[in-house]
């Protein structure tokens, strides 16, 4: 005999989880990369900082490329997400479960998730940024999380 539980019990669900976020939850900055164009000639910008082939690779900054020079700008977001710093706060996802040291937890909503997978970069906790910014690199994909595992994700972080 199959349970119907009614969408009201979801909607109450969904109506607590999401005052959570207002009481716990810290506004990250997501930081993205875009380049940009400019239609400048320099012939002396074409020499690589470091010398190797792989050089546009490694830390990015600007070249020319003809007569336009190609910048990396980075641009931020802010996002409101759950940030658990220890390790036993986490939600378990699974035993065997291994993280690098200094990783961090992240809890959001699935209307901001594409903008986290197309992010670089995690600032996290934009209120204490002034004190000493805390860069973060995602570290494998994220996990839905709650009742029909549609509405929340998280996220695991490494240091970057």
Known sequence: MPVNIPQSVFDKYFDVIDSTFDIFGVTCKLVSIEKKEEIVYNPDNNFPNVNTINDHRRGGGTRNRGTVTVKEVETYTDVL??????????????????????????????????????????????????????????????????LKQNRYFACFWKRA
């Open 81 to 146: 997400l759950k940030v658990y710093w220890d390790s036993k706060s986490w939600i378990k996802i699974t035993p065997d479960l291994v993280v690098p040291d200094a990783s961090i937890q992240t809890i959001g909503k699935m209307t901001d998730l594409e903008k986290v997978l197309n992010s670089k970069f995690l600032i996290a906790h934009d209120g204490i940024s002034q004190y000493k910014e805390m860069r973060f690199q995602r570290s494998g994909d994220y996990i839905p999380l709650g």
